[in-house]
C-alpha cells in the first residue's frame, strides 16, 4: 500500500488527534512510497532497524520512535546513526506512542490485560486519560500467586511490593505509569501494575496499603505493537514481523 494510505489509516484507526503527546505520532523518518513488508518492534534503536534492513522491510512501527520534547534537537552520535541508516536503505519510521497506549483493541493496556487474564478490562473513563484500565481476576489470589502469574505471562520476575490483602480487583498502565498509582488508590483496587518503579513508589504502596508490580517497562509494551503490526497484515495483506529487541528494563 502507499505510504500515505498507511499514514492516514492509522491516523484514523489509533485516533492520534485526540493526544496531546512527548513526539509526534505518524511518519518520523520518509522512506520509500510502496509498502510491502513491515516490521514491529519496541523501541526505534539501532539493532531494530539492522534486523528490518535484513528483513528488506519498507516500513518500521514502533512505540518507542524519535524526536522526543526536551531531547536536543541536532542529528548527531546515535540518533545520526540511526536516521541514516533508514534514509541509506530507504526505509520509513512511523512511532505510535500515546494513541498506541491507550487504544481498546490494539492497545498495551488491552494486550496486557489479555496477557494477564483480566475479566472486564476496560479504561477508566474519569480518571487517568483514558491510560489507566482496571479490571479483576476471576479467583482472588495471595500477591505473591500474582506475582508468579506475571512473570509467566511477560517472562520477566516483577518487582512485588505486597499489601496484606488478596489481589482481586486490579488497575494497571503499561510502561513508565508508576505515578498513577495515587489514582488506582482511589478506585479501591487492590493492587496497581505498570512498568517502572521510583523510589516514592515503595512508600506510596506502603502507607496506601496497595500492592504494586512494576513488570517492566518493555516487558509490559511488547504486545501493542506487535498486535498493531498483526491487524496490517490482515486488512491489508503486508508481510509483517515483529521483532522484540530484549530489555531487561
Given at each position: 500500500?502507499?505510504?500515505?494510505?498507511?499514514?492516514?489509516?492509522?491516523?484514523?484507526?489509533?485516533?492520534?488527534?485526540?493526544?496531546?503527546?512527548?513526539?509526534?505520532?505518524?511518519?518520523?523518518?520518509?522512506?520509500?512510497?510502496?509498502?510491502?513488508?513491515?516490521?514491529t518492534g519496541v523501541t526505534a534503536c539501532q539493532a531494530l532497524i539492522e534486523r528490518a534492513i535484513e528483513l528488506?522491510?519498507?516500513?518500521?512501527?514502533?512505540?518507542?520512535?524519535?524526536?522526543?520534547?526536551?531531547?536536543?534537537?541536532?542529528?548527531?552520535?546515535?540518533?545520526?546513526?540511526?536516521?541514516?541508516?533508514?534514509?541509506?536503505?530507504?526505509?520509513?519510521?512511523?512511532?505510535?506512542?500515546?494513541?498506541?497506549?491507550?487504544?481498546?483493541?490494539?492497545?498495551?493496556?488491552?494486550?496486557?490485560?489479555?496477557?494477564?487474564?483480566?475479566?472486564?478490562?476496560?479504561?477508566?473513563?474519569?480518571?487517568?486519560?483514558?491510560?489507566?484500565?482496571?479490571?479483576?481476576?476471576?479467583?482472588?489470589?495471595?500477591?505473591?500467586?500474582?506475582?508468579?502469574?506475571?512473570?509467566?505471562?511477560?517472562?520477566?520476575?516483577?518487582?512485588?511490593?505486597?499489601?496484606?490483602?488478596?489481589?482481586?480487583?486490579?488497575?494497571?498502565?503499561?510502561?513508565?505509569?508508576?505515578?498513577?498509582?495515587?489514582?488506582?488508590?482511589?478506585?479501591?483496587?487492590?493492587?496497581?501494575?505498570?512498568?517502572?518503579?521510583?523510589?516514592?513508589?515503595?512508600?506510596?504502596?506502603k502507607e496506601q496499603g496497595i500492592h504494586y508490580f512494576a513488570a517492566g517497562h518493555h516487558a509490559t509494551e511488547?504486545?501493542?505493537?506487535?498486535?498493531?503490526?498483526?491487524?496490517?497484515?490482515?486488512?491489508?495483506?503486508?508481510?509483517?514481523?515483529?521483532?522484540?529487541?530484549?530489555?531487561?528494563?
Amino acid at each position: 500500500m502507499e505510504r500515505s494510505v498507511l499514514g492516514q489509516y492509522l491516523a484514523d484507526f489509533l485516533q492520534t488527534a485526540r493526544f496531546k503527546d512527548y513526539a509526534p505520532n505518524g511518519l518520523q523518518v520518509e522512506g520509500k512510497d510502496d509498502i510491502k513488508v513491515i516490521v514491529t518492534g519496541v523501541t526505534a534503536c539501532q539493532a531494530l532497524i539492522e534486523r528490518a534492513i535484513e528483513l528488506k522491510a519498507d516500513a518500521i512501527l514502533v512505540h518507542h520512535g524519535f524526536f522526543w520534547k526536551n531531547e536536543p534537537d541536532v542529528l548527531v552520535g546515535m540518533k545520526q546513526r540511526r536516521i541514516k541508516a533508514l534514509l541509506a536503505h530507504d526505509i520509513n519510521l512511523f512511532g505510535y506512542h500515546l494513541p498506541l497506549d491507550a487504544h481498546p483493541v490494539v492497545g498495551n493496556n488491552a494486550t496486557l490485560g489479555r496477557r494477564m487474564g483480566i475479566l472486564d478490562a476496560e479504561a477508566f473513563e474519569t480518571v487517568g486519560d483514558g491510560l489507566l484500565w482496571g479490571g479483576s481476576l476471576d479467583t482472588a489470589l495471595s500477591g505473591e500467586a500474582f506475582a508468579g502469574l506475571l512473570a509467566k505471562a511477560l517472562g520477566r520476575e516483577p518487582l512485588h511490593i505486597g499489601a496484606d490483602k488478596p489481589v482481586q480487583r486490579l488497575a494497571w498502565c503499561t510502561g513508565g505509569a508508576q505515578d498513577y498509582i495515587d489514582l488506582a488508590v482511589s478506585l479501591g483496587v487492590d493492587a496497581f501494575i505498570s512498568g517502572e518503579v521510583s523510589e516514592r513508589t515503595f512508600h506510596s504502596a506502603k502507607e496506601q496499603g496497595i500492592h504494586y508490580f512494576a513488570a517492566g517497562h518493555h516487558a509490559t509494551e511488547r504486545y501493542g505493537i506487535e498486535a498493531l503490526g498483526e491487524h496490517l497484515r490482515r486488512e491489508f495483506g503486508l508481510t509483517h514481523h515483529f521483532v522484540d529487541i530484549e530489555n531487561p528494563v
